[in-house]
């Protein structure tokens, strides 16, 4: 039946020729933007998912710069402890040449000013072992920790290390000297005591920055492996979108010749009254 008031032909031709071209659109944003879910309504299941992921991937950024920081702070610490041990070497040796009782006071007084002055170089060195605020070697605070987790529930703790002259590692005093045999006699027993201690500070302390730097390699990981989970869940494929875009393109031009016939049935009327 031939009608010009219901054209159905192109009530279908247009209704196809809009779904292709939502389809179309759909195509070019994802090739655009190299997304197949880039809001919400997309898919918003998805979408959820891949936001918890993103919210994870920058926390362990965060997660990063803790443990970056804590490892600097520990390794400065380490470097003055190594530095320390080997100032304790050398009061140990110069302890040893002025034990010696046959030197003369003026030789004694020259491995006491050199001993000295090597003792003063501890406290200027644990005074300056700060990384960002904080020694962890003179026994100002308690240690530092690093968040180990994108909730910032979990940390990794590093004690403090008491450095200083004096203190329950380095027992040696802070007013030690050479001036007799007797005095250095007993600086050589607390510098190796003080060696002693010293070393199992150290193997404390490279533990754990061997901790951190572990545990920093992982978080890196996981961080890498979650951002590849949300690419999985959300890139577009552009190789499988541009094959859809030009078939697409296709349909829409045959969409609209599709619709044009439609719409030239109607006229088939007129042929009726001539």
């Given at each position: 039946m031939a009608s010009v008031n219901t054209n159905y032909g192109a009530m279908v031709a247009l209704q196809q020729l809009n779904q292709t071209n939502s389809a179309l659109e759909t195509t070019q944003s994802r090739i655009n933007t190299g997304l197949k879910v880039g809001s919400a309504k997309d898919n918003g299941a998805i979408y959820a998912i891949a936001q918890g992921m993103r919210?994870?991937?920058?926390?362990y950024g965060v997660v990063q710069e803790s443990l970056d920081r804590a490892?600097?702070?520990v390794d400065v610490a380490l470097a003055a402890g190594e530095a320390i041990g080997d100032l304790l070497i050398d009061m140990k040796e110069k302890a040893l040449g002025a034990a010696d009782a046959s030197l003369t006071t003026a030789q004694r007084?020259?491995?006491?000013?050199?001993?000295k002055a090597l003792r003063d170089q501890i406290t200027t060195i644990v005074g300056?072992?700060?990384?960002?605020?904080t020694n962890l070697i003179n026994n100002t605070t308690a240690g530092i920790e690093a968040i180990a987790d994108a909730d910032g529930t979990s940390v990794i703790t590093v004690q403090d290390e008491n450095l200083s002259l004096g203190g329950g590692v380095v027992t040696l005093a802070a007013t030690a000297s050479l001036d007799t045999v007797t005095n250095a006699s007993a600086a050589v027993g607390t510098i190796e005591t003080s060696l002693d201690n010293l070393n199992q500070a150290l193997a404390r302390l490279g533990t754990s920055s061997k901790a951190l730097g572990v545990h920093s390699d992982f978080v890196t990981q996981l961080s890498d492996v979650t951002e590849a989970g949300i690419g999985n869940l959300v890139d577009a494929d552009l190789a499988k979108e541009s094959a859809k875009l030009q078939a697409l393109q296709t349909k829409q031009q045959l969409g609209v010749q599709a619709l044009s016939i439609a719409n030239q049935s109607s006229s088939i009327a007129l042929s009726f009254f001539r």
């Open positions: 919210a994870d991937v920058a926390g490892t600097s702070t007084s020259a491995f006491n000013e050199d001993f300056n072992a700060e990384f960002n605020g």
